[in-house]
């Protein structure tokens, strides 16, 4: 079992910039496609990014592609997601969630551990 913790939420004003860690425990990290998602009020949980096994693969939702970057380091067992030109309507609790697969799914369905989210609140 993998447990999952992010950090790095908080509040920014558009156009700034913030980087989100996943810190995972447990099975080796290295071996899990890891993704990102986020959920709004009122609004269903989204995929934003993703990243495969070893780094070998990336994938990002159409409305963060070129703001947002995925990244991961195996040595510390960590993903990251750095956010860049962040808008209003990025404000949202973001959710790292790892599969046992090696590549990149963009249903949350095909994730199976999740950590407890982090807010991001960006104020116009």
């Known amino acids: 079992q993998v447990q999952l913790v992010e950090s790095g939420g908080g509040l920014v004003q558009a156009g700034g910039s913030l980087r989100l860690s996943c810190a995972a425990s447990?099975?080796?990290?290295?071996?899990?496609?890891t993704g990102w998602f986020r959920q709004a009020p009122g609004k269903e949980r989204e995929f934003v990014a993703g990243i495969s096994l070893m780094a070998y693969g990336t994938d990002y939702s159409d409305s963060v592609r070129g703001r947002f970057t995925i990244s991961r380091d195996n040595a510390k067992n960590t993903v990251y997601l750095q956010m860049n030109n962040l808008k209003p309507e990025d404000t949202a609790v973001y959710y790292c969630?790892?599969?046992?697969?090696?590549?990149?799914?963009?249903?949350?369905?095909?994730?199976?551990?999740w950590g407890q989210g982090t807010q991001v609140t960006v104020s116009s």
């Open positions: 447990g099975r080796t990290f290295s071996r899990l496609a």
């Open positions: 969630a790892s599969r046992t697969a090696a590549v990149v799914k963009t249903h949350e369905y095909e994730y199976s551990n």
